[in-house]
Every structure is written in C-alpha cells, then in structure tokens.
C-alpha cells in the first residue's frame, strides 16, 4: 500500500529530476532503496489533453473519484504554462482536486511547463517513471491547454482522451491534422451546452471515415454526467492499444533528433568556419541565401529543408 | 531553479483577491506558484505542500483564526516528517500574535502593510538562507 512518505520521497525525486541535481536513473534507484516496489511494477499511463478550459482539471478529479472507488491508486502529473517572458508560472490545477487530500492513494504533482513547447514539461516524462517506480497502478498526465500541434503527449502516454467541449468551430476543423489524430477517445465536456450533440456527430462522422475505431463519448464533468460510460470506456481500452508503442517511439525518436539537431546546429553555428560565412554575410559579400547553403554544407553536406 | 512556492487560504473566509494578487505578483518575480483556491483544510494544504515539495508555503488569513489553523499546519507537516519546506503568514494578524506563531516555526509573517515587492524580497532572503539545504538534501535522496 502506499504511504505518506512514499509521497515526500516521490515529491522530492521528481523536483530532482526536474531540477537537474540528478538524472532519472539515479532517482529511479533512490525510490528503489527506499523499498517501495518491485521493478518490473507497470502503470497505465493515461493522457488527458486539450482547449484551455475544456474542463480537463475537473475531468481528472472525476477519473480520480471513479478510479479510487475501483480500488486502484493513482498519480495526477498536471502541467501548466510558464511565462516565455519571466519564466514563472501560477499552477492552478489542483484547484479541482481538493478533494483527495488525505488520501495515500492520490498524489497529485502539478508542473510547469519551462522551456518546453508541446504541452508538457522537460521533466513529465521522467515524473511518469517516477509515479510507476513509486507502485501508482495508473498515472494521469495533463497537458497544458493545448492548440492544434502541441502533441507531446503521444510519447508518454498508452492511452489518450482529448477532451473537446461543444461549439469550437464547424465540422471542418474534426479533419485538421494534429489533435484529433492523437484520440483514442474523444470527450465532448460540457455537454449540457448548446451545440454539444453536433460536435459529437461531426466527431463521430471523422471517427466513421477513419480507420480507427475512436468512441466519442459526452461528459458534464461538473455534475459527473456520462462518467461511468468513460470509465467503463477507459477500463475497456487500457492495455489494448498495441499501435500506440509504435506511435510513441516514432514520435519520440523524432522529438530527440530534432533536438540533438537543433543543439549540434547551434553549436556548429560559432565554430570559426560557420563564424567566417557569417562576417562575410555581414559585409554583403554573399546573399542570405548563400550563407544558409555554406552553412548547411558546413553542418555535414547539403541539406534541403523541403 | 525558479522558486516554487504554494499560495494557500484556509478556513472559510471567502476573500482570495489578495492571495490572487500574490500568486502574479510571485509569478511575475520568476517563481512557480501552486495555487489552492479557497477552504482548504490544513491537510489539504500539508498534502499539497507535500506533493508540490514546494519551498515554501504561504497561508493568507484574514479571518482571525490563525491561532488555530497554523498549529495544525505545523503539527501535520512534523507528523509527516517534513522538515524542510518554510512556512510564511500574510494577511490581518495581530503583533502580539507575532512571536506565538513564530515559536511555532512559522518563519515569517507578512502582514497587511506589506508589499508585494516585500514578500518576494523575503522569500528570495528565505530561500537564499534554506535553499541550499534543500538541494543538498535532494542530491543525498539520489545517492
């Protein structure tokens, strides 16, 4: 079972990490001596994402309540946006989970988002491996309130419901690339609102000319309206999603060698070669054209961006 | 590392607009700021001191029940076994109640007259004072 202090010492290896005093791996052996679980312990990872304000934070209390009352216990990873101007951030999350307090089966952790741009922070995924090493049989992740692409999500979790609330736009906004390609279920909230049944059915009219078998399933998360058949819709999906390891790999190895890229890149960028293009870009001896293809051509032969 | 700090208000006075303020102001300074809304309950506000493993937690009071709440906060985080995450006061608190809660281990109080560039001063002085303890501590948890 787990205790209060699995919560100070999950609490305190996350910051950790989040902080870079330490890597994961030193901080997965640190719960580890502390005694807390086998390794080889899973957790279903369960992605919560969506529209600022769709009504994610109070969904979450609602999986929380439900999943609590099946007996199992839960960890909450919550991000919210920082500031690009002055890297603070209010994190208001928890304001919807109150009620758990007290509970050694709930530990709720809110983050923010810093440098970070597809809705989660640095640190989410490695405070997901933490909350499985610390015994939580499911793990929430809550994504900022997102746009259109911010899809980090797909990298973390198993399964994933975008929350929608009705009335976002017409039903040509359901075939956009990005967010709705990353549903495992759709969550219509609010759906005593006006509009709700139609956004329901373009969603559904999407899902029918796809080749994924996605429910589309309607909340009032406020009053719990429509949770048990979320539930029951989750419970029945969890671990069946085998094509969701291939697409979190895919999505992740890209999301690395984007980033190793962009660093090499930047690196390359001040030595005395890539500095020499630069100075004569400066005195206009080639056009900035010139300069990106020299520079390119320096970074490992000719690269074509299209 | 930015500053994380939990902005809390217990009991049942329904005034937030000033801890509101606090949390931008907070954010604006740079810090993490973990908001609980209105009535909590000291275990809430332990439970999220606790999770958020914040820095530092600020309670605001307004309703004169200080004496009653901050000892249970205080109570519950030694019961926890948490010893290292700074409580600070704000709000209407009389002086003579100053010292009391002090001796509980609450380490500062702001109070009414205070600015908002006073309590980020205060807790950046705080922080500079306990924070590095704090790294320590979590570096010696990963070893």
């Given at each position: ?51 600022p ?67 989660l ?13 610390a ?36 039903s ?64 029945e ?7 969701n ?51 390119l ?6 690269v074509?961006?299209? | ?84 995450i ?58």
């Open positions: 079972m787990i205790s209060h202090r699995v919560h100070r010492d999950l609490a305190r290896a996350i910051s950790s990490v989040e902080n870079r005093i330490v890597e994961l791996p030193a901080a997965l052996r640190a719960l580890a001596a502390h005694g807390h679980v086998p390794a080889s312990h899973h957790s279903d990872v369960l992605g919560v994402t969506g529209p304000g769709a009504g994610k934070s109070t969904l979450v209390d609602r999986l929380i309540e439900g999943l609590r009352t099946a007996g199992e216990t839960v960890a909450v990873i919550a991000v919210d946006p920082s500031s690009p101007f002055t890297n603070g951030a209010v994190l208001g999350d928890r304001v919807r989970m109150q009620r758990h307090a007290g509970d050694p089966g709930v530990f709720i952790r809110s983050m923010a988002s810093r440098e970070a741009g597809g809705g922070a640095p640190a989410t995924r490695d405070a997901v491996r933490l909350a499985e090493a015994g939580f049989d499911v793990v929430i992740v809550e994504t900022v309130g997102v746009g259109q692409i911010e899809l980090e999500v797909v990298a973390v979790a198993d399964l994933i419901l975008v929350v929608t609330v009705p009335a976002l736009g017409d040509v906004q359901t075939i956009k690339a990005g967010l709705t390609e990353i549903a495992d279920i759709f969550v219509v909230n609010m759906a005593d609102r006006a509009g709700a049944n139609r956004t329901a059915l373009d969603l559904k009219h999407m899902v029918h000319e796809g080749r994924r078998d996605i429910p589309v399933l309607q909340t009032i998360a406020q009053d719990g309206t429509g949770l048990p058949e979320l539930l029951a819709t989750i419970a999906r969890r671990g069946a999603e085998d094509s390891a291939v697409r979190a790999v895919r999505f992740e190895v890209v999301r690395r060698a984007r980033d190793a890229a962009a660093s090499a890149a930047l690196a390359l960028l001040n030595s005395p070669d890539a500095l020499a293009v630069l100075e004569r870009l400066r005195a206009h001896d080639i056009t900035r054209n010139d300069a990106i293809d020299s520079l051509t320096i970074f490992g032969g000719p074509h961006a299209h | 590392m930015p500053i994380k700090v939990l902005v809390t208000k217990p009991g049942l006075d329904g005034h937030d607009r000033g801890a509101k303020i606090v949390a931008r102001a907070l954010r604006d300074a740079g810090m993490e700021v973990v908001y609980t809304g209105l009535h909590q309950t000291p275990e809430m506000i332990v439970t999220a001191a606790i999770q958020e493993d914040v820095d530092v937690v600020g309670v605001s009071i307004l309703s004169g029940a200080h004496m009653t709440i901050f000892p249970k906060i205080m109570d519950l985080l030694k019961a926890r076994e948490v010893d290292d700074v409580v600070i006061g704000g709000g209407v608190i009389q002086d003579a109640d100053i010292p009391k809660l002090k001796a509980l281990g609450v380490r500062e109080i702001f109070n009414a007259e205070a600015t908002t560039q006073d309590l980020i001063d205060g807790i950046e002085r705080i922080v500079a004072e306990y924070g590095r303890d704090r790294t320590r501590r979590a570096a010696a948890h990963a070893r």
